[in-house]
């Protein structure tokens, strides 16, 4: 595949990514009103809670999908039709595996309801009828799903979007007239979800049949794929330590949250954390179209165009995370003031911790990106080290700290595993040269931030004078294009790499 067409690939990925990911954020805050007014804050509750023990038991995945994803780069850029249906087939016994220890745990986990919703006001069958909805929907994904993995890695991931998701979508409109004009709302709720389901399940399959003729079955037995494709399990087995890490890092933190603060201040980080996430996944839209592409130019193995392509998407990703956390540090607390109160703004130097673990996550994500289309994995002490450090870090430094600790322990692993050791390991292992290269690109665009913190101090004045949505607009309007024109005009000057960034999109959107 071309430059050109992977650029347009990734481009398109992450356009309709980012669609959905409006439409989606609009119904969100839509049918969250809808479902508090006409199913009540009970049901609310008992479904978060429901969504939060499936996704416990989902963790029986740790990776599959990510390993038979990198495992198709390689057959697609061939075009070996044949080795792309063995390894979907492996793929499909691997997840039927999967789903029956969910099946087993969902058993397990559904006979201690009884006591797990024991202070519900609601009928118990409320619980085993959301529970069984969704655990359905969840089952679908391996059991009839799980081939979507080749539009994945195959650059079509918005296919999935519009197909899937966009069925997803209708639904949640549906659910939200239901719920608002029917009777029995909470029963509407129920069908529909199980109805769309398998309606988006089905319009899936049909787009991967239409996008991929030649997929069949294949009547080889586990064992044989299993032996011949030992590069899945090696990755599988890898992975398992970087999700099972990841996993305990997510869930533990709010718990030292829990047992250093009051649930106030707990209340006040996580509306500031509701921001942070949304900003999180707008970025993750934007960038994660270029996975496949990545993937794709890898298995071609032209190493010299590789590390050029990886410079270049570094560049622009720089520029987007720190213009991202200047301005979040300069608009988050008027924005946290309109939105609910200037009772619930934290402390200045809380906020800036939460800005700078929050450009660190960004800035990293092409790192990532590549480090998935070399499938290196096999850092299996690094996940166990950041999950050390994070715990133990937010734990000492939460004990003399405070929040700021907390915040401060996960800061300490993301520096040295996430923006030191893991691009050392892309370089070392994938783009097979020296690091101090990496070192010194990340060296001037973050000298380049400089005029951007610059210009943020000056324009201090503006944030103070916010008092309504119109003043908060226009000033977000003016810091977003001061700093991110005083960023970019520096690193043109300080970076090669943006530079060419810069001229092959304009080269794209000329032709």
């Known amino acids: 595949m071309t430059q050109k067409s992977r650029t347009k690939s990734s481009l398109l990925n992450s356009a309709v990514s980012i669609l959905h990911y409006f439409v989606s954020l609009c119904l969100s805050f839509i049918s969250r009103k809808v479902f508090l007014d006409y199913l009540g804050a009970e049901i609310l509750g008992l479904n978060s809670t429901i969504v939060n023990l499936l996704q416990f038991l989902n963790i029986t995945e740790l990776g599959v999908g990510t390993a038979v994803t990198f495992s198709l780069y390689k057959p697609l850029a061939d075009r070996d ?8 087939a492996l793929h499909g016994k691997l997840y039927r595996r999967i789903a029956i220890l969910i099946i087993a745990g969902a058993a397990v986990m559904a006979a201690f309801f009884p006591l797990i919703f024991e202070k519900m006001q609601l009928p118990l069958w409320y619980a085993y009828a959301s529970f069984g909805v969704l655990l359905f929907s969840s089952l679908l994904s391996y059991f009839v799903n799980y081939r979507q993995a080749i539009l994945n890695a195959n650059q079509e991931s918005y296919k999935i979007t519009y197909s ?53 079955k294949i009547n080889q037995n586990y064992q044989s794929l299993k032996n011949k494709y030992r590069i899945i399990q090696t990755k599988i087995k890898q992975l398992f ?42 970025f993750s839209a934007l960038f994660g179209g270029f996975r496949a592409s990545v993937g794709n130019l890898i298995a071609e193995g032209d190493q010299r165009k590789t590390l050029l392509t990886f410079e270049q998407l570094y560049c622009t990703c720089f520029l987007v995370s720190a213009v991202c956390s200047l301005c979040t540090i300069m608009l988050i607390t008027p924005f946290v003031s309109i939105w609910i109160g200037s009772e619930y703004i934290l402390p200045r130097i809380t906020i800036m911790l939460i800005t700078i673990s929050l450009f660190l996550n960004l800035h990293r ?8 289309g070399y499938g290196l994995f096999k850092d299996i002490w690094a996940p166990v080290a950041e999950a050390i ?15 700021n600790g907390i915040i401060g322990g996960p800061i300490i692993s993301q520096v040295l595993i996430l923006t030191i050791w893991k691009p050392y390991l892309l370089y070392r292992s994938g783009l097979n040269t020296n690091a101090t290269s990496f ?5 001037k665009c973050l000298a380049a931030t400089i005029p951007g913190i610059i210009i943020c101090h000056f324009l201090t004045p503006l944030v103070n004078d916010i008092d309504s949505i119109s003043t908060f607009l226009i000033s977000a309007f003016i810091i977003f294009t001061s700093v991110t024109l005083s960023i970019s005009a520096t690193m043109a000057i300080t970076s090669e790499s943006f530079r060419k960034a810069i001229l092959r999109i304009r080269h794209l959107f000329a032709s």
């Open 241 to 282: 330590f970087h999700r099972l890490a990841e996993f305990a890092v997510l869930q533990s933190s709010p718990l030292i949250i829990y047992a250093y603060l009051s649930l106030t201040t707990v209340t006040y980080y996580t509306n500031y954390i509701t921001v942070i996430t949304g900003i999180t996944l707008l």
């Open 164 to 216: 899937y998701y966009g069925c997803l979508t209708i639904k949640s409109i549906v659910q939200i007239i239901a719920v608002s004009t029917l009777s029995m709302p909470f029963m509407w709720w129920l069908i529909l979800e199980f109805v769309f389901t398998i309606i988006a399940s089905v319009t899936l399959n049909i787009t991967i049949r239409k996008s991929h003729p030649y997929l069949k």
């Open 81 to 88: 039709e044949n080795c792309i249906n063995e390894i979907l």
């Open 439 to 443: 070192f010194i690109l990340f060296s």
């Open 365 to 372: 994500i092409i790192i990532d990106i590549f480090i998935n």
């Open 389 to 403: 450090i994070t715990l133990g870090g937010a734990i000492i430094l939460g004990s003399f700290y405070g929040l």
